[in-house]
């Protein structure tokens, strides 16, 4: 906690999952970024711009709900993870999708979590049951004869378990762009 700027007082009420992320994140501001410039933010402001209106696939509540739900045991494992692999995966992730190159973005952003057999079952339900319940919101959209405009993190959008696959399974026709 203390080479992230936290002391233990300062994180003692929250959970580990939350723990986890928060250090993540603090991570990727002290390598520079900035939320502010973040592809979801970019994509929110131009919307709101255009006036057009925004759907959420899951908001934020079912996002702390979800990991809340995650026992003691899958919580701390999922920070350890996180803090053995943080930098790693950060430039690993970073220099994949500066290439456009879905199979290094799957090891940097998934692949720990969905082998370890412990994180399965959080692997799970973070990435591939959520990707499915998208999937159905995806397709409503496409059903329903008005255009839409669907962001996602990238880690929903690579490997056999992501949200393209699922697409193409379901006969769409999906290219990277």
Known sequence: LN????????MSN???WFIGLTMAAKEVIDRG????????RHFLRLADDLGKQIKELEGMEFQFKLLSEFDAE???EFLKMTLKNQSYNLNGAFNAWIKADPQKMEQFLIDEMSKTLKLQSLYD???????????????EYVLSEK?????VGA?????????????????YKVKQL
């Not at 900035?34 to 592809?39: K, L, P, R």
């Not at 880690?155 to 006969?171: P, Q």
């Open 3 to 10: 080479s992230f700027g936290f002391t233990m007082e300062s």
């Open 14 to 16: 929250y959970k580990p």
């Open 33 to 40: 970024f900035s939320e502010e410039f973040g592809i979801d």
């Open 74 to 76: 899958l919580q701390e």
């Open 125 to 139: 339900e973070l990435f591939y049951e959520r990707n499915i319940r998208m999937c159905f919101k995806i397709d």
């Open 147 to 151: 255009k839409h405009f669907v962001v």
């Open 155 to 171: 880690g929903h959008l690579v490997g056999e378990r992501g949200i393209l696959k699922i697409l193409r399974k379901k006969g």
